[in-house]
């Protein structure tokens, strides 16, 4: 009010007191058991706080982006989202994001960028917003205004002084000169109080405003991955499949070989996929072909049966002769780096009988009564319990032995061990090689996934197979796409060697390419395995089902058929669009769209100008047909203001799968049928 002293700092010096601005649950704050949120480099990302003063002083915030060291990279204003909670958000990014790979050559300039940031939000006393509303109050009632004049201009020479705005001379000239005007009492008062309220000092102070009392939260530490962290497109192979061909003679399978596997890498890369995921090619031990057709995971809570590793050759750190060896590996890897691919190595620690381990490592297992190493089923389980810091150290070891040939991701599958174990070893392997990817393919419970996330794992394979309905789906969407990836990031697999649900195998081309569409656009991390684009749902001729052939069985494909299917060329177009479209690359940036019909799933992604690196907003539009036997219609609801969309007419959509394009507005009829369109993928013209 008038006559009010600004408000002066008062630092918050212990945690849990307040300054001179109240400021508290700023978010994203610190996840279960302390650990940091994680965001990806140049991943746009919401911070949010409750900003609050004592009645008649309007509060305003900033969010402050600080490198570990606490350099300053970016001031952002927050704006006001809830006003009854007194709830601000702002959008941040921690640096570019970046395509480099780690053995590119500018790859180290990225690298530094890797690792702790900190975020704190400062609040502030409005004064501006405080002087305006008073002297507009007392002008309409009449009041002399003459006191609320001079301390409007006091005000203004504070600004133009105060060091952290920023300003140039001309702008400092302008608000004294703004000032002195103001005390002309030849000017009629309601004059005076305007042109100090014309519409450059309004956009100046939602720049740059006068903050005064300005305190400062402590600040909040989150962890900044490389950006393929929340942007990567994954293809799982068997070279034992990549490379096989039948007898021309006998008609026997010929299992492939790493040489020969090679020869795909230029298909993979004509999809577009990034990371090439390899299942095991270890030395296997002798019970392996009971893994070779496992049942068909048709829920989530089914588990695959582990793929015993270790024989006479070697264990986790060597090649099976039958694929070749470790330099037919390292050139495996280097002409995927050639391509612009990085290889990623299933490594999930289930030992056979035979594994060199067993037997120059005892106390590493259980064992029974008899003194005899027990054996579950056709694997040995290691004990984490009495040999944990042993194991860790090995498969520390064993990684850094891929890590040199060439590996940048590591994929995980079922594993009994505890996610203290996986905790100690990635903190390990990430602090010297901090661009190493790692994803949990594990089948455990909800509450094991989640810790796993907490451990360090980058990526974790969600339920997302079996979420077939809109309502599972919007509810998957929403969740996926949250607070909860600044810990958990969900990947999106249509489908693995070992899981084929029943929509894929019910629903043929038009379902593998709803599937292949929701996963890829959903979320920012998606994969598909070897065989999808040829729409292998095991249907017998006879139309009964039969069941998938699993990771280590060797199937010869003939590629030149996926033209009949099109699932790789709409793979291939999905990769383009996350390519060129920054808006996939972020799991803070989605909104569910209503949609009248059960059948139509409909989502949006944007992200705002300042975000971009290109100057405008990036926003695309998803809608997706799920009936995979007929024509489904419906009306998509866009919130325009949300977006900062035309509100008073239409705008341009162009459709990224087929080249056209539409006008679009608030309410918009959507037609997909299988036979034509399952999707529309609409990106919007600003």
């Given at each position: 009010?008038?006559?009010?002293?600004?408000?002066?700092?008062?630092?918050?010096?212990?945690?849990?007191?307040?300054?001179?601005?109240?400021?508290?649950?700023?978010?994203?704050?610190?996840?279960?058991?302390?650990?940091?949120?994680?965001?990806?480099?140049?991943?746009?990302?919401?911070?949010?706080?409750?900003?609050?003063?004592?009645?008649?002083r309007t509060a305003g915030a900033t969010a402050v982006l600080k490198t570990s060291r606490g350099r300053v990279m970016a001031r952002v204003p927050m704006a006001l989202a809830d006003a009854d909670q007194a709830r601000f958000t702002a959008l941040l990014k921690a640096g570019e994001a970046s395509d480099l790979a780690p053995w590119d050559g500018g790859f180290a300039d990225v690298a530094k960028q890797l690792g702790t940031w900190k975020v704190s939000v400062e609040g502030w006393q409005d004064s501006y917003v405080d002087?305006?509303?008073?002297?507009?109050?007392?002008?309409?009632?009449?009041?002399?205004?003459?006191?609320?004049?001079?301390?409007?201009?006091?005000?203004?020479?504070?600004?133009?002084?105060?060091?952290?705005?920023?300003?140039?001379?001309?702008?400092?000239?302008?608000?004294?000169?703004?000032?002195?005007?103001?005390?002309?009492?030849?000017?009629?008062?309601?004059?005076?109080?305007?042109?100090?309220?014309?519409?450059?000092?309004?956009?100046?102070?939602?720049?740059?405003?006068?903050?005064?009392?300005?305190?400062?939260?402590?600040?909040?530490?989150?962890?900044?991955?490389?950006?393929?962290?929340?942007?990567?497109?994954?293809?799982?192979?068997?070279?034992?499949?990549?490379?096989?061909?039948?007898?021309?003679?006998?008609?026997?399978?010929?299992?492939?070989?790493?040489?020969?596997?090679?020869?795909?890498?230029?298909?993979?890369?004509?999809?577009?996929?990034?990371?090439?995921?390899?299942?095991?090619?270890?030395?296997?031990?002798?019970?392996?072909?009971?893994?070779?057709?496992?049942?068909?995971?048709?829920?989530?809570?089914?588990?695959?049966?582990?793929?015993?590793?270790?024989?006479?050759?070697?264990?986790?750190?060597?090649?099976?002769?039958?694929?070749?060896?470790?330099?037919?590996?390292?050139?495996?890897?280097?002409?995927?780096?050639?391509?612009?691919?990085?290889?990623?190595?299933?490594?999930?620690?289930?030992?056979?009988?035979?594994?060199?381990?067993?037997?120059?490592?005892?106390?590493?297992?259980?064992?029974?009564?008899?003194?005899?190493?027990?054996?579950?089923?056709?694997?040995?389980?290691?004990?984490?319990?009495?040999?944990?810091?042993?194991?860790?150290?090995?498969?520390?070891?064993?990684?850094?032995?891929?890590?040199?040939?060439?590996?940048?991701?590591?994929?995980?599958?079922?594993?009994?061990?505890?996610?203290?174990?996986?905790?100690?070893?990635?903190?390990?392997?990430?602090?010297?090689?901090?661009?190493?990817?790692?994803?949990?393919?594990?089948?455990?419970?909800?509450?094991?996934?989640?810790?796993?996330?907490?451990?360090?794992?980058?990526?974790?394979?969600?339920?997302?197979?079996?979420?077939?309905?809109?309502?599972?789906?919007?509810?998957?969407?929403?969740?996926?796409?949250?607070?909860?990836?600044?810990?958990?990031?969900?990947?999106?697999?249509?489908?693995?060697?070992?899981?084929?649900?029943?929509?894929?195998?019910?629903?043929?081309?038009?379902?593998?390419?709803?599937?292949?569409?929701?996963?890829?656009?959903?979320?920012?991390?998606?994969?598909?395995?070897?065989?999808?684009?040829?729409?292998?749902?095991?249907?017998?001729?006879?139309?009964?089902?039969?069941?998938?052939?699993?990771?280590?069985?060797?199937?010869?494909?003939?590629?030149?058929?996926?033209?009949?299917?099109?699932?790789?060329?709409?793979?291939?177009?999905?990769?383009?669009?996350?390519?060129?479209?920054?808006?996939?690359?972020?799991?803070?940036?989605?909104?569910?769209?209503?949609?009248?019909?059960?059948?139509?799933?409909?989502?949006?992604?944007?992200?705002?100008?300042?975000?971009?690196?290109?100057?405008?907003?990036?926003?695309?539009?998803?809608?997706?047909?799920?009936?995979?036997?007929?024509?489904?219609?419906?009306?998509?609801?866009?919130?325009?203001?949300?977006?900062?969309?035309?509100?008073?007419?239409?705008?341009?959509?162009?459709?990224?799968?087929?080249?056209?394009?539409?006008?679009?507005?608030?309410?918009?009829?959507?037609?997909?049928?299988?036979?034509?369109?399952?999707?529309?993928?609409?990106?919007?013209?600003?």
């Amino acid at each position: 009010m008038v006559g009010s002293a600004p408000a002066t700092a008062i630092a918050a010096k212990e945690p849990g007191r307040f300054g001179r601005v109240a400021i508290y649950d700023v978010t994203p704050g610190t996840g279960a058991n302390g650990v940091a949120p994680r965001v990806a480099l140049g991943e746009p990302f919401a911070v949010g706080a409750t900003v609050t003063m004592e009645p008649g002083r309007t509060a305003g915030a900033t969010a402050v982006l600080k490198t570990s060291r606490g350099r300053v990279m970016a001031r952002v204003p927050m704006a006001l989202a809830d006003a009854d909670q007194a709830r601000f958000t702002a959008l941040l990014k921690a640096g570019e994001a970046s395509d480099l790979a780690p053995w590119d050559g500018g790859f180290a300039d990225v690298a530094k960028q890797l690792g702790t940031w900190k975020v704190s939000v400062e609040g502030w006393q409005d004064s501006y917003v405080d002087w305006y509303r008073e002297a507009s109050r007392r002008l309409a009632a009449g009041h002399d205004a003459d006191i609320a004049l001079t301390e409007g201009a006091a005000l203004l020479v504070r600004w133009a002084a105060a060091r952290d705005t920023g300003f140039d001379a001309d702008t400092k000239r302008m608000l004294r000169e703004t000032a002195k005007a103001m005390g002309d009492k030849t000017i009629p008062a309601a004059d005076r109080v305007a042109i100090a309220h014309t519409d450059e000092i309004v956009a100046l102070h939602a720049a740059s405003p006068l903050r005064d009392g300005v305190t400062a939260s402590q600040d909040q530490v989150f962890h900044v991955e490389r950006s393929q962290a929340a942007g990567s497109a994954w293809y799982l192979c068997s070279p034992r499949s990549e490379g096989a061909t039948r007898d021309p003679q006998t008609g026997a399978t010929v299992p492939g070989t790493l040489r020969g596997a090679m020869a795909s890498l230029e298909r993979i890369q004509a999809e577009g996929f990034g990371i090439v995921a390899l299942l095991p090619v270890f030395p296997l031990g002798a019970q392996e072909e009971t893994t070779a057709s496992p049942a068909a995971l048709s829920t989530p809570t089914d588990r695959p049966a582990p793929i015993a590793v270790g024989n006479e050759h070697g264990g986790f750190d060597a090649i099976d002769p039958q694929l070749g060896t470790m330099d037919d590996f390292k050139a495996y890897c280097t002409r995927a780096h050639e391509l612009g691919m990085e290889v990623a190595l299933d490594l999930t620690l289930a030992c056979a009988p035979t594994n060199p381990w067993v037997a120059e490592h005892p106390s590493w297992f259980p064992h029974r009564v008899d003194g005899t190493v027990a054996v579950d089923g056709t694997v040995v389980p290691l004990d984490f319990d009495n040999a944990l810091d042993e194991i860790e150290r090995e498969t520390e070891r064993v990684m850094e032995h891929w890590i040199e040939a060439g590996v940048t991701a590591f994929r995980v599958g079922t594993c009994d061990a505890p996610a203290r174990f996986w905790q100690d070893v990635i903190a390990a392997v990430t602090k010297k090689h901090p661009a190493v990817l790692f994803l949990s393919d594990t089948f455990t419970t909800t509450a094991e996934t989640r810790a796993l996330a907490y451990a360090g794992f980058t990526q974790t394979r969600s339920a997302f197979p079996w979420q077939t309905i809109k309502p599972q789906l919007d509810t998957l969407l929403a969740a996926v796409n949250g607070d909860a990836a600044y810990w958990q990031r969900d990947a999106f697999w249509p489908a693995t060697p070992d899981t084929l649900t029943d929509y894929l195998r019910d629903n043929g081309t038009a379902g593998h390419a709803v599937r292949a569409v929701l996963a890829a656009l959903g979320s920012p991390n998606w994969g598909i395995p070897a065989g999808y684009e040829l729409v292998e749902d095991a249907r017998r001729a006879d139309g009964s089902m039969d069941r998938p052939t699993g990771p280590l069985a060797v199937t010869v494909r003939d590629w030149e058929r996926t033209d009949d299917y099109g699932i790789a060329q709409l793979a291939a177009s999905l990769n383009r669009v996350r390519a060129q479209h920054p808006a996939t690359r972020s799991y803070h940036d989605l909104t569910v769209l209503p949609s009248a019909n059960p059948a139509i799933v409909a989502f949006a992604r944007f992200v705002p100008a300042e975000l971009t690196g290109t100057g405008k907003p990036d926003m695309l539009i998803v809608v997706v047909n799920l009936d995979c036997t007929g024509e489904q219609q419906s009306s998509i609801h866009v919130d325009l203001d949300a977006f900062g969309l035309p509100t008073d007419g239409t705008y341009k959509v162009h459709d990224e799968l087929t080249g056209r394009e539409f006008d679009w507005s608030w309410d918009n009829f959507v037609a997909l049928a299988p036979w034509a369109d399952v999707a529309h993928v609409l990106s919007v013209e600003f």
